[in-house]
């Protein structure tokens, strides 16, 4: 074996190695991801890119590419928090990520009325903070009332009532979270596909367990809606400095 050869050997082997550990990251530890719209402003914006720790909650078949029927269930299962915000498998399709806050629990009872959300028929407390610009249905940018909205855990975050509290879905009837499930919501109440809506009206409905993926940790990189992530030359402008490597809550 000549030289070359032997070069080109050891090129294959450190390319092959770096391919492996870089599955064994993302499979096991780390998966980045993308915020692709809208439901979870003001928390994450649509430009954001984070990391979701894969061993939160973990392992299933959801937690390998392309999500291989290779066993059911989890391993090392640890229950998600409420006010988590989290990453999970679509129920109705398997496959589509979705990235939504943690808010029922199984056994829950969940209902919003007027636009305030009740937990176990308790209605949480919320606190008017400030309004922000942002897009109305019709995309339009307009004024919208936030809140700053507390879980019966503690946990709080700021909410976005862009349609006030007459939204579609701010009057519902009471949601019964079943066992081994999950009611999560965006915290752009007036414009998120979330548990609200069936599956059969191309919604989310309740999230099983297995279909986790894992918790949003912290963004790492942050580009101005319609920006290209790829076009490095306008940085300087298109990032947004003051997100980056800021934790997700």
Do not use: C
Not at 11 to 21: C, E, F, M, R, S
């Amino acid at each position: 074996m000549t030289k070359k050869d032997e070069g080109l050997g050891e090129t294959v082997k450190v390319v092959i190695q770096a391919v492996l550990i870089a599955l064994v990251v993302r499979t096991l530890l780390f998966q980045p991801f993308n915020s692709p719209s809208g439901s979870l402003i003001p928390t994450l914006l649509i430009g954001d890119y984070l990391f979701v720790s894969k061993y939160s909650y973990g392992y299933s078949k959801h937690s390998l590419p392309f999500s291989p029927d290779v066993f059911s269930g989890r391993v090392f299962s640890s229950e998600p928090r409420r006010g988590d915000i989290a990453v999970f498998k679509l129920p109705r399709d398997g496959s589509t990520d979705y990235i939504k806050r943690v808010i029922g629990m199984p056994g829950d009872k969940i209902q919003l009325i007027d636009g305030r959300l009740h937990v176990n028929g308790e209605v949480l407390p919320r606190e008017r903070v400030e309004s922000v610009r942002t897009r109305d249905a019709f995309g339009r940018e307009s004024e919208a009332p936030t809140y700053r909205e507390t879980l019966p855990n503690g946990v709080s975050y700021r909410i976005i009532e862009r349609d006030g509290d007459r939204g579609f879905y701010d009057n519902t009837g009471v949601y019964d979270v079943p066992p081994g499930h999950y009611f999560m919501m965006g915290d752009n109440r007036d414009n998120s596909t979330d548990s609200r809506v069936a599956p059969a009206d191309a919604g989310v409905g309740y999230v099983p367990l297995e279909n986790f993926v894992g918790r949003a940790e912290i963004v790492f990189f942050s580009v101005e809606e319609g920006e290209s992530v790829w076009q490095f030359w306008r940085w300087p402008w298109s990032l947004r400095w003051n997100r980056l490597f800021t934790p997700v809550r």
